[in-house]
């Protein structure tokens, strides 16, 4: 076999491979979890959480994030959150808690809900290169113009009628 079909066919093998099943799937990939938060961001999300309202919001690039009074985060969802392209359509979404709890967005149309979260209120962004991690890769690829927001329990969201 010549050299530079062995090469094809390996790099189609691992490319194939990459986009199998993996732990990401399930935890964080696309998307960040509050298990996502690494140990060193303690100064992020310490205030008291409250109940806020927010609509999912889909960005060009594929995130999905959440408008809270005007303006976009990044959420953080609770531990165990899938959120997934919804069949083949890119302007369709979902979001499914740990509960079963599920969010849709399609377009510029997204599910409102209401839920305990906490707006980060550092004083440095989780897209600095020391604090950011994963989390921070995320935040500053879907440039939401609000802080991320972090929502740590999955039992306290609620749909709303808009």
């Known amino acids: 076999?010549?050299?530079?079909?062995?090469?094809?066919?390996?790099?189609?093998?691992?490319?194939?491979?990459?986009?199998?099943?993996?732990?990401?799937?399930?935890?964080?990939?696309?998307?960040?979890?509050?298990?996502?938060l690494r140990e060193d961001a303690t100064a992020h999300f310490t205030a008291e959480s409250a109940v806020v309202a927010a609509r999912l919001v889909l960005r060009d690039n594929g995130c999905v994030n959440v408008e809270i009074d005007g303006t976009e985060h990044v959420p953080l969802w609770p531990e165990g959150t899938r959120v997934e392209q919804d069949g083949?359509?890119?302007?369709?979404?979902?979001?499914?808690?740990?509960?079963?709890?599920?969010?849709?967005?399609?377009g510029a149309h997204g599910d409102a809900f209401t839920a305990n979260g906490v707006v980060d209120s550092a004083s440095v962004p989780l897209t600095s290169d020391?604090?950011?991690?994963?989390?921070?890769?995320?935040?500053?690829?879907?440039?939401?113009?609000?802080?991320?927001?972090?929502?740590?329990?999955?039992?306290?969201?609620?749909?709303?009628?808009?």
């Open 1 to 36: 076999m010549r050299p530079e079909l062995v090469l094809a066919a390996l790099g189609a093998a691992l490319l194939v491979s990459s986009c199998g099943a993996s732990e990401d799937d399930t935890a964080g990939y696309g998307h960040v979890e509050v298990t996502d």
């Open 88 to 106: 083949d359509d890119l302007d369709r979404y979902e979001v499914e808690l740990s509960n079963g709890f599920v969010l849709a967005v399609a």
């Open 130 to 162: 020391d604090e950011g991690g994963k989390v921070g890769s995320l935040v500053g690829y879907c440039e939401a113009t609000g802080a991320p927001v972090a929502f740590f329990d999955a039992a306290s969201f609620e749909h709303v009628d808009a």
